[in-house]
């Protein structure tokens, strides 16, 4: 182990430097899994500030929740970074994907005195974010 002043200086080391990744997660989003996987594909691997303006401008309930993810994704990158100002123009959208949460059961009447089952199902969706260097 090391002493405990080598491990201080290390922790000061670490406080100084930009962290490059940070993620947000939604989880019992209330829409199916497949849905939002249409919308999560136009934005896979895109710079953030093109992914916003992309979902912005969509007309799908899944852009607005992913929207918002993002945006809570930055923010969290900045708040790892003590608020230093990072540029969106070199944050990139490094994962993107959609699991399948809950599924809701509920029954509804159907014709000659029966019922019909009805799914509602749920998604858990995270976006991780991270800073890359721009090469000249």
Do not use: W
């Not at 230093?84 to 993107?96: F, N, Q, R, V, Y």
């Amino acid at each position: 182990h090391y002493p405990l002043r080598r491990q201080r200086q290390m922790c000061i080391r670490d406080r100084e430097r930009i962290i490059m990744e940070a993620k947000a997660i939604a989880r019992s989003v209330r829409q199916s899994p497949r849905k939002i996987r249409k919308t999560i594909f136009s934005i896979k691997k895109l710079n953030v500030d093109q992914a916003l303006n992309h979902l912005h401008f969509s007309k799908e309930k899944a852009a607005r929740i992913l929207e918002k993810l993002i945006k809570s994704a930055v923010s969290n990158l900045n708040v790892k970074n003590e608020n230093k100002t990072i540029g969106s123009d070199s944050l990139l959208i490094k994962e993107a994907y959609v699991d399948g949460g809950a599924v809701m059961k509920r029954f509804r009447a159907a014709s000659m005195g029966r019922a019909s089952r009805l799914r509602k199902p749920t998604s858990h969706i995270t976006i991780v974010i991270s800073h890359r260097k721009i090469e000249r």
